[in-house]
């Protein structure tokens, strides 16, 4: 079974300084995601990465993806309270038959 | 226009009784798929249909059965609800077994009392 991992789980930041979640996951997948989800609502998607090496930015969000290590990491650039929300790293899998398997997500509080 | 729309949105009822959430996509999209949200916002698939044919399954209750009778139309129906089956459910669709990512309606958030 596909186990994805996120650290932390909780990160509360600081406006203006910056931060970088860590997702790891457990075998080998096709492709990863980024969602962003505020308070009682769906799930906004950020960013997909499909090969090792792949970088995205959007903003002051930049994501990137080491297969080798199974690990992929999203960088916060000067953090501002607009980005307060939950983040969720996900993957799947032909292996798997494509479900898409979430971590735990990380919660973040940006403060002034 | 919403392109993955669930209703209702809000769903409040008794243990014991059966309901029933609907999700339409006007994507274009042939497979969709139920997730689970837990009160710690766990995200845990439940089941997936592509073109009409169930393909995934995980470990639910048999109280859960899913239908869909169109690859625009996925619905979930519970029977006997269970004070455990609180949570928010949340529908998402996708192309070609995720090709085109993953897109998700707003969410049904059940609460059995």
């Known amino acids: 079974e596909l186990k994805v991992e996120q650290n932390p789980l909780f990160l509360s930041m600081q406006e203006g300084k910056n931060y970088t979640i860590y997702c790891n996951y457990s075998?080998?997948?096709?492709?990863l995601y980024w969602y962003r989800q505020d308070p009682g609502k769906s799930l906004e998607s950020l960013f997909v990465?499909?090969?090792?090496?792949a970088v995205k930015q959007e903003g002051r969000l930049m994501a990137s993806l080491d297969t080798k290590a199974r690990l992929s990491t999203l960088h916060i650039t000067a953090a501002v309270h607009d980005l307060s929300a939950t983040y969720f790293c996900?993957?799947?899998?032909?292996?798997?038959?494509?479900?898409?398997?979430f971590g735990a997500g990380t919660t973040v509080t940006v403060r002034a | 226009d919403t392109a993955v729309s669930q209703t209702p949105k809000y769903l409040v009822t008794q243990m014991g009784n059966d309901k029933s959430i609907k999700c339409e996509q006007n994507?274009?999209?042939?497979?969709m798929y139920w997730y689970k949200q837990d009160s710690k916002k766990f995200l845990k698939i439940m089941f997936s249909?592509?073109?009409?044919?169930?393909?995934i399954n995980e470990t639910v209750p048999n109280r859960f059965s899913p239908k869909s009778p169109d690859k625009a139309h996925l619905n979930l129906h519970i029977n006997s609800l269970e004070l455990g089956d609180s949570a928010v459910y949340f529908c998402?669709?996708?192309?070609?077994?995720?090709?085109?990512?993953?897109?998700f309606g707003s969410g049904t958030r059940l609460t059995v009392v």
């Open positions: 998402a669709s996708t192309l070609s077994r995720g090709i085109a990512g993953y897109t």
């Open positions: 990465l499909l090969s090792n090496g």
């Open positions: 075998t080998t997948s096709d492709r």
């Open positions: 996900a993957v799947d899998s032909r292996l798997n038959d494509y479900k898409l398997s």
């Open positions: 249909y592509n073109n009409k044919e169930l393909i």
């Open positions: 994507l274009g999209h042939d497979t």
